[in-house]
């Protein structure tokens, strides 16, 4: 279906949209009464993480979804 630069390169993009996409509703959170004072860094850093993690999952699911439906045409 594609080409291995071709899905390089979809992935990356994928993966890239999809951790914007849990970035912006992590931090539409409000976890500000969560946070302690003098540790907004560290929380930063914490929701970036989650949203690598989180995004990158997510990715990942339509990515395969995506390959297995193009795998189907070798069903029958």
Sequence with gaps: M?????WALISIFSHFLFIYFTWRVIVSINIDSIIRKGRVTEARILMFFVAVVIGAGVSRFFL???????DLVYLF
Excluded at 64 to 70: A, E, N, P, V, Y
């Design 64 to 70: 395969d979804i995506l390959q297995w439906s193009g």
């Design 2 to 6: 594609f080409s291995i630069g071709q």
